[in-house]
């Protein structure tokens, strides 16, 4: 604000509202603004008691009293897996750049407490390190540079790529203090399989093959897909 920078302390989010001026409606975020958030939700008219509800919150006097949820400490560490596509296509429209760009941050971003790999894929598959690695300083700077150096050729082998990224799921997911410590799969990708298994189906059902029973329930992982087109 004001031109200043203000550095806020790790975990945080952002919120933005897109309000209503007057009667003229809302005026669009600049695309350079739309990628910065992760998802948007659609706030629809308020009915009649809601409308009421807004009226008596904007005019009445209240002591809000603020309360801490959790503390940095309480929030779970995580095992993430970031699994990105150099294949040749990914050179157009500066989509490796782009995709390198989301992994370095994402890299950036994470705790000291997580741990991380990453995946590359082409017509062959490249890891970065063959089991999750602690999210440690030098262990990031290492990655990010690593990243740097990709390189878009070849063909797409989906299958095999996100096949090693829950390989490197740990055996169990407990964490300290026997908390639940999740496993989660970040696919960057701008198109279809190419190569090996080329139906989608196919690669699906080689996935659930691959999730094993963990204290006798099924451990699903979450994949989050990343979409980078021209």
Known sequence: AGGRTHQLELPFFVLATQNPIE???TYPL?????????????VDYPSEDEEFDIIKLTTAVYDIQLESVMSKEEILPKDIVFVVDTSGSMRWNNQMEQAQAALVKCVESLGERDRFGIVSFATDVRTFNSELMAATAENRKKAMEWVKRLEPLGGTDINEALLKALEMAPKTTEGSQGKQRPFMVVFLTDGEPTVGVDDPLKILEALRHLLKPVNNHLVLSPLFLFNFYG
């Open 23 to 25: 009667q003229e409606g």
């Open 30 to 42: 600049p695309e350079a603004q739309l990628d910065r958030f992760m998802f948007m939700i659609n």
